[in-house]
């Protein structure tokens, strides 16, 4: 990868709950792609938007069957990167923490914290070690694109935010909810990691849309957060999320130069383990997200 490379993006978008498909995709096709961790949650939707290419992939699969514990986020983002994906939109809905967030607004969010216990977090393991910086987990070029486009839009939206994942699949106690609004998160959801993780492991750019459905249970003027409110507000929700990826699309998907963020190359300096101590079975697994560095 030289300072002078032209990248050709290929544009990945990760459909949460509420949101199984994209408008306007031309070219359509829904293919299998299996990787060394396993198959993603579903096929993914191969296409063209504006002539820019596009991989859509229905987060919990298509009619919603697998949990947020049971997704398998190594292979979702290994699928995306084995299919030339540079960017990856994550689209999720969200519980809010803070009174100005309301139902229907967006928050490109900024910042995690990370309450799941379950979940395999990392491509790397014992045999070939690697640490990446979280430090700013969201790729901060395509939340410019996201903030641009809200506006042009006239989509209420915040640029910034911590939202919490949880672990689920049960929403959070008064205690807990209470909690994190201490802690100032913005919003609550189940899956943003270790997805946004494995993306920047897989030196794929990744960026969130955070569609708040609901005020979680802390709002003493607002009933607590069910699957109807958060269904019901996502449809409401879902026009506006469709027309804010049909414009960022074509905004992301021009020629460019390596991202000024730096996602692209985050394995850069992350690789501990010496050659001579690699496990060659993980390194041939590896090669399909970390074949730049290994
Ligand atoms: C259906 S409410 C809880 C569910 O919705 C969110 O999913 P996603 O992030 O995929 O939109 C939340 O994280 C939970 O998985
Ligand atoms: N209140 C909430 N908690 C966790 N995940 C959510 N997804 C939508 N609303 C949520």
């Not at 990248?7 to 995709?25: F, K």
């Not at 031309?26 to 991989?55: A, H, I, N, Y």
């Not at 995306?80 to 540079?86: L, N, Q």
């Not at 929700?237 to 985050?266: T, W, Y």
Request: aromatic share 6%; hydrophobic share 40%.
């Amino acid at each position: 990868m030289s300072q002078n490379e032209v990248v050709e993006p290929v544009i990945g978008l990760i459909g949460g709950s509420g949101l199984y498909d994209i408008d306007g995709l031309e070219e359509k096709e829904w293919r299998t792609v299996e990787t060394p961790w396993g198959l993603p949650s579903d096929q993914l939707l191969f296409g063209r938007l504006d002539g820019v290419r596009c991989v859509f992939l229905p987060r919990h699969g298509r009619g919603h069957p697998i949990p947020p514990s049971r997704l398998n986020y190594r292979a979702n983002i290994a699928a995306m990167k084995m299919s030339g994906v540079t960017d990856i939109v994550s689209l999720s809905a969200v519980g809010s923490l803070k009174e100005e967030l309301p139902p229907g607004h967006f928050v490109i969010v900024d910042q995690f914290i990370d309450r799941t216990i379950w979940r395999e977090k990392s491509f790397f393991d014992t045999g070939c070690v690697a640490h990446i910086s979280m430090a700013d987990p969201l790729c901060a070029r395509i939340g410019d694109v996201l903030e641009a486009q809200t506006k042009a839009l006239n989509i209420e939206a915040t640029r910034g935010g911590t939202y919490l994942v949880m672990e689920g699949p049960q929403f959070s106690t008064r205690a807990e909810s209470n909690l994190y609004r201490s802690w100032g998160c913005s919003v609550i959801g189940m899956t943003n990691m270790p997805e946004a993780t494995l993306a920047r492991e897989a030196e794929i750019c990744y960026a969130t849309v955070a569609m708040v459905t609901d005020y979680d249970c802390w709002h003493e003027d607002h009933d607590n957060v069910t699957v109807e409110s958060v269904v019901k507000t996502m449809q409401g929700n879902s026009a506006k999320a469709k027309a804010l990826v049909k414009a960022v699309i074509p905004a992301l998907g021009q020629p460019r130069g390596l991202c000024s963020a730096g996602c692209d190359r985050a394995l850069e300096y992350a690789l501990i383990t010496a050659p001579e101590a690699r496990d060659p079975a993980l390194i041939s697994k590896l090669k399909v997200v970390a074949g730049r560095v290994l």
